[in-house]
Structures are given as C-alpha cells and as structure tokens.
C-alpha cells in the first residue's frame, strides 16, 4: 500500500476508514456507554459486559487496562475512547493529560500558556522518528 | 421569500456547554471566553431571525460507527439534545422549521448535492453550544427563540469533505433558502474548530497565527480558504481542526463581499481555541 500522506505527522492518529474497520466493535463498545444502562452493566462487571462485543483480544486487554493511546492504535477513536473516559470521571482534558503522558497538571498548565506550539510539532523528523 | 442575513462562525466546545451549564461563566478561566460573545449576543437580539441554519458536526453521539452520512439533514419536526456520557444538557428541545428543511432537501438533491435525511436524531454540543454562546441562557424549560434547521458533517472519520465542496455546498444551501416563498430572515452558522487536537500524543496543539489567517480569509478571500487542503488542516490546526471545512459551508452561502461585525479569539478553552465571527451580507 502506499504510504498515507499525513501519516508524517506526529503524536497524531487519523482515524480513516482503515482504521474504522479495525477498530469497529471497539468503537461500537464505548459509544454504547453513552447510555446510563449500559454503563451501570458494565460498571458491575466489566469482562461479562466486554463478551458481547467481538473485538481482538488486544483491543480487549487495553479497554480493561485503559491503556488510552493503545485504544487509538488499535482503532479506536477520541469521540468514541472519551465515552469510556467519561465512565471513569475522566473528561477531554484530563484524558488528553493522560495520552500526552504530561499529567493532567502540566497538561492544563500548558493550555493556559497558550497550548502546544505548531514549532517543532510538524514532522516526525522533528520528533526523532523515522 | 426567504433571505439570508449574515453567517456565524463559532467553535463548539463542549467545556463552553458545561461552564454556562454549571453557573462558572464569570470566574477568571471562562470570563475572557464569554465576554467576546456579549456584542455577539446583543446583534443577535437585535437581527431576530426566524431561523438558524446549523452546520454542525455529530461527536459519535447521535451517530454511531453503524452510519456515517458525509451531509446529514434535520428534517424531523424537533431534536432532543442529547446524554454524550455525562448527562444531556439542561437546554431545551431544539425546533425545526420543518417546512423549509424539505423543502431544502429537496432542492439540494435536486442540485446534485445528494445529502442523507434524518427525520429522528439528537443533538449533541456541536449543536447546542453554538446557541447558547449566541442566544445567552436559556434553561431547559424554556424555549429557543428561534427555529432551527441543522446539517450535520462528518468530520470524525477520514476524509471529512473537501472545503471545496463544502463551500459550493453552502451556495446550493443559499439557492434553496432563498427559493422558499415565505418571507423568512435566516441566519446560517459555521461551527466547529479553532485550532485543537484532542488525541494522542500531539494533543494538546493550538496554532493561533494560522487560525488568524483564517478568520481574515472568512472575510476577504473565502475562496482562497476554500482551497486548503485536508493535510493542511491536519498538519497546522490539529487533528480535529479539520472541523473548519464547516465554516466554509457557512461562508459559500453569503455574498462574495460582507461586512466583518465582530470577531472573537481566544485560547484556551479546554483543549480548544475559541473563534467566531460574524459576517453579515452587503447590499
Ligand atoms: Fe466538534
């Protein structure tokens, strides 16, 4: 396959309809918790509640692990992951703190100041990677 | 007949929804945010339009990965807003005019726009928010004052559509508008972005210089604007930046000339920057 041309960008996943497929019953799992119902089955029982999406055992471990950039590797998407965030308590920023590996202090200490800056974030080259 | 008066650009955080939800509007974080939209609001009060066309974008809520409609037209007679995982928001269902949206779907079918009918959805902050920033607190059992006709864009899966398209989109939006013979003031809203990436380890990414150039493009060179490509918006504005192309929709629906109202900018808002502007028609 050729390559994707955004994919020189870093600390970034774009969700296209490659990683769509992969990831659809992860998606299909947390945008479900989007209802109260389902979120208290869940909450009682994680696994029981996880047997009724057919995702890989991969994306399985890292929905039990919260392990929330994995989830976007493995094709997951922020607006579907931030559902289960949110069951954790855990909203937009906070979350984003997580997947930045910053904390959530130095994370919103760095919004304040004006957020990340577009210098030295455009290329992987500029991060070191390929 | 139907006219339109002016376009709205607004992002549509969903912090913007909790802060006004919540009562925290004045303290020192959500002040500056607020205070930009004061002139906004009194315009508003003052253009008393009969109807808000409302591009907007579904956040996963109301659509799932079963359905991802690239235009998606509200054509129901109302829209519940809706629980994202935190509850809905303490506003009121949001009214349609349901004639002029079929009449509407049809001309843009007609137009070669071939857009997807929704006669049941909800609505989540990309909808709601942008009404209240403009229309100030309205609690839930109150009403909107105003009817609202929404289109939905995806932007949540790659490729959303090209500005291209979106703001010839915005051009058949106006013909159909202006086709309807009721005599109607409409005001067409733009909503989404600024700059933001909400995920992975770039999150975190604002790019104010590149989110000024495009609120003066709005202005002077909506054509140019409507040129940017996809990786552009990726690169410079942040993964969900991409959600700028909705503004081009808003904008190919004025003249090519208007008059700058007002315009707001501020950053941060959660992980977000704020912008908007108001554009309305010149004679
Ligand atoms: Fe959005």
């Known amino acids: 396959m050729t390559e994707k041309e955004y994919n020189n960008i870093p600390g970034t996943i774009v969700f296209d309809a490659d990683r769509s497929r992969e990831g659809y019953h992860l998606n299909q799992f947390c945008i479900s918790l989007r209802l109260q119902k389902n979120r208290d089955t869940f909450n009682k029982n994680e696994e029981a509640y996880l047997d009724n999406f057919p995702m890989s055992k991969e994306q399985r471990e890292a929905v039990l692990k919260r392990n929330w950039n994995l989830l976007l590797e493995l094709g997951g998407n922020i607006y579907y992951t931030s559902k289960l965030a949110a069951n954790d308590g855990i909203n937009f920023q906070n979350l984003a703190g997580r997947m930045t590996g910053m904390g959530v202090d130095s994370y919103r200490e760095m919004m304040i100041n004006g957020g990340r800056s577009i210098e030295g974030n455009r290329d992987k080259s500029e991060w070191g990677e390929n | ?283």
Request: hydrophobic content about 40%; charged content about 20%; glycine content about 8%.
């Open chain 2, 1 to 283: 007949m139907a006219k339109i008066l002016a376009g709205v650009g607004c992002s549509h955080v969903p912090a913007i929804g909790v802060a006004m939800d919540t009562g925290i509007t004045h303290d020192d974080y959500w002040k500056p945010v607020f205070e930009g939209f004061q002139k906004s609001r009194e315009w508003m009060k003052k253009k008393n339009p009969d109807v808000i066309f409302l591009v907007y974008n579904d956040h996963c809520t109301a659509f799932d990965a079963r359905c991802i409609p690239t235009f998606a037209l509200g054509c129901g007679a109302e829209f519940q807003p809706a629980d994202e995982g935190w509850g809905p928001r303490p506003v009121p269902v949001v009214k349609n005019h349901q004639k002029m949206a079929s009449h509407i779907a049809q001309s843009l079918v007609l137009n070669e726009f071939d857009i997807t009918i929704m006669n049941e959805m909800e609505v989540d902050h990309g909808l709601t928010v942008p009404l209240s920033v403009m229309f100030g607190d309205i609690k839930k059992n109150d009403e909107w004052p105003v009817l609202v006709i929404p289109l939905c864009v995806n932007v949540v899966q790659y490729p959303a559509p090209t500005g291209n398209r979106c703001f010839n989109l915005g051009k058949a939006i106006r013909r159909a508008i202006e086709s309807y013979e009721e005599d109607l003031d409409v005001i067409i809203f733009g909503t989404g972005g600024m700059s933001h990436q909400l995920q992975y380890k770039r999150a975190g990414l604002i790019n104010s210089d590149w989110d000024k150039r495009f609120l003066d493009l709005m202005t002077e060179d909506p054509f140019g604007a409507s040129q940017i490509t996809h990786l552009e918006y990726l690169r410079e504005t942040g993964s969900e930046g991409i959600e700028m192309v909705m503004w081009l929709i808003m904008r190919g629906a004025l003249n090519d000339n208007v008059t700058e109202i007002h315009r707001h900018y501020h950053v941060p808002a959660s992980n977000t920057a704020v912008g908007h502007i108001i554009l309305e028609n010149n004679e």
